[in-house]
């Protein structure tokens, strides 16, 4: 069976300090992996997505997430946090031949001034 | 010049009474969802079609049927609404691979009272 697990519901930074996000995943077939974020009373925004090219994906707002099928995992990392980061981020595993997307519990990132 | 649309982006209604919620892409994209947002945040699929046809149909009551008029259009509607009804109600449109991911809308918060 397909699934996602995100390490953490709530993850506190503060600002200017690294941010990590964990996604680990299960899939019986190459995966498509997918990190999405969600700001207040808002629908989620796709910050980067990796689909079998290159292992360190590059998305937006300066954030990057890199691809390791040994560890079955798909890192969510920023250098050095914002106030505006402070979201709740989802990483989403694309399933089957539908298209239909498996989400995470989700993190909330936290940054504190 | 919204991407997906849904409306209204905030409902409350009394438990017994009929809803719909609308969404409308103009991506030019085959496939539309609806998913729901639980307290938790949890995001779990309800329904996909591509191109007017159902082709997800998770573990939803019948009380919730979709409707897909055209390929741009996939609307929800909920007859006796319940209180464990209340969520947030996702629309989004993607491609039929699961490489393609999702844009989302804006959201709608349901509130049955």
């Known amino acids: 069976a397909q699934s996602v697990t995100q390490l953490g519901s709530h993850v506190s930074v503060s600002e200017g300090a690294l941010v990590l996000l964990r996604c680990n995943y299960s899939s019986s077939v190459p995966p498509y992996l997918f990190w999405y974020v969600q700001y207040p009373n808002q629908g989620l925004q796709l910050l980067l997505k990796y689909t079998s090219a290159a292992t360190l994906v590059k998305g937006i707002n300066g954030f990057e997430a890199e691809f390791k099928k040994s560890e079955t995992s798909f890192h969510l990392t920023k250098p050095s946090a914002h106030m505006s980061d402070a979201a709740e981020y989802f990483c989403?595993?694309?399933?089957?031949?539908?298209?239909?997307?498996?989400f995470g519990q989700g993190t909330t990132l936290q940054v504190k001034p | 010049d919204t991407a997906v649309s849904q409306t209204p982006k905030y409902l409350v209604t009394q438990m017994g009474n009929d809803k719909s919620i609308k969404c409308e892409q103009n991506l030019g994209h085959d496939t539309m969802y609806w998913y729901k947002q639980d307290s938790k945040k949890f995001l779990k699929i309800m329904f996909s079609?591509?191109?007017?046809?159902?082709?997800i149909n998770e573990t939803v009551p019948n009380r919730f049927s979709p409707k897909s008029p055209d390929k741009a259009h996939l609307n929800l509607h909920i007859n006796s609404l319940e209180l464990g009804d209340s969520a947030v109600y996702f629309c989004?449109?993607?491609?039929?691979?699961?490489?393609?991911?999702?844009?989302f809308g804006s959201g709608t918060r349901l509130t049955v009272v």
């Open positions: 079609y591509n191109n007017k046809e159902l082709i």
């Open positions: 989004a449109s993607g491609g039929r691979e699961r490489k393609d991911g999702y844009t």
């Open positions: 989403a595993l694309g399933s089957g031949n539908t298209g239909k997307l498996i």
